[in-house]
């Protein structure tokens, strides 16, 4: 599996991303400019990132404006063709922004920055620790989306416990049901909010992140 970064003005994540590709994961790793639309070198059984950050320095809304890029427009044709595509964080707000994923990412319930190791799991293993790093991270779909979402399966992450369980007080930021992350219902695109590339190095103290690129399938 071959990766693509796209780098927006305002991604900080998109250097993190590359090293925990390619050094920890040992993937081929291409970096993609968002002016760019030439995706050509990737098949659909290659993954495409949106990295952490403030793209285009998250003026309008958070993902609002990196949506219209030339680039985004070749990954939302990618993702249609069954392409694999991950957003995190400031990604995951452009792929909702984009309509390949669902819901919205609004402000921190507190108002604030957070910026920390929680914990997240997928409902079968104990609590993955992972950093956050967000202002509008704060999932929010109504319930009828959100009954969707969890009869197809959709829900990939929540914010719980280190043993795992899921707890009101270890949600930083207010998000509906905990959700941390979430997969379209092709299974194809996922989104979330925490920082796995940040823990994928034994330098690091933490190699959690491995095991979340494990659960998605993109290891």
């Known amino acids: 599996m071959k990766f693509g970064v796209v780098v927006f003005p305002g991604s900080n994540c998109d250097r993190d991303m590359f090293d925990s590709l390619q050094q920890d994961l040992g ?15 990737f098949t659909t059984d290659d993954c495409i990132v949106l990295p952490g950050g403030f793209s285009y320095g998250d003026y309008l809304r958070c993902g609002a404006i990196a949506r ?3 680039m985004m427009k070749s990954v939302i044709d990618f ?16 792929l909702c922004e984009s309509g390949l994923l669902p819901g919205a990412l609004l402000q921190n319930e507190n108002r604030q920055f957070v910026c920390k190791n929680v914990y ?3 409902g079968e293993a104990s609590g993955l620790k992972i950093p956050i790093a967000h202002g509008e991270g704060r999932y929010f779909a109504d319930d009828n989306l959100l009954n969707e ?4 399966n959709q829900v990939i992450f929540r914010y719980c416990n280190e043993d795992g369980s899921l707890s009101v007080e270890e949600n930083p930021n207010g998000s509906v049901r905990n959700i941390a992350g979430i997969r379209n219902k092709a299974g194809n695109v ?5 920082h796995p590339e940040r823990a994928t190095n034994k330098l ?8 979340v690129f494990n659960i998605l399938g993109l290891n």
Not at 27 to 41: A, P
Not at 81 to 94: A, H, T, Y
Request: hydrophobic share 45%.
């Open 190 to 194: 996922f989104g979330m909010m925490p």
């Open 149 to 152: 979402l969890e009869a197809n």
């Open 27 to 41: 993937k081929e790793v291409v970096m993609l400019w968002h002016k760019d639309e030439d995706l050509s070198m």
């Open 120 to 122: 997240i799991t997928n």
């Open 204 to 211: 690091l103290g933490n190699l959690d992140g491995l095991a």
């Open 68 to 70: 219209f890029s030339p």
């Open 79 to 94: 993702a249609n063709r069954g392409g694999k595509v991950l957003g995190v964080c400031n990604g995951f707000q452009i």
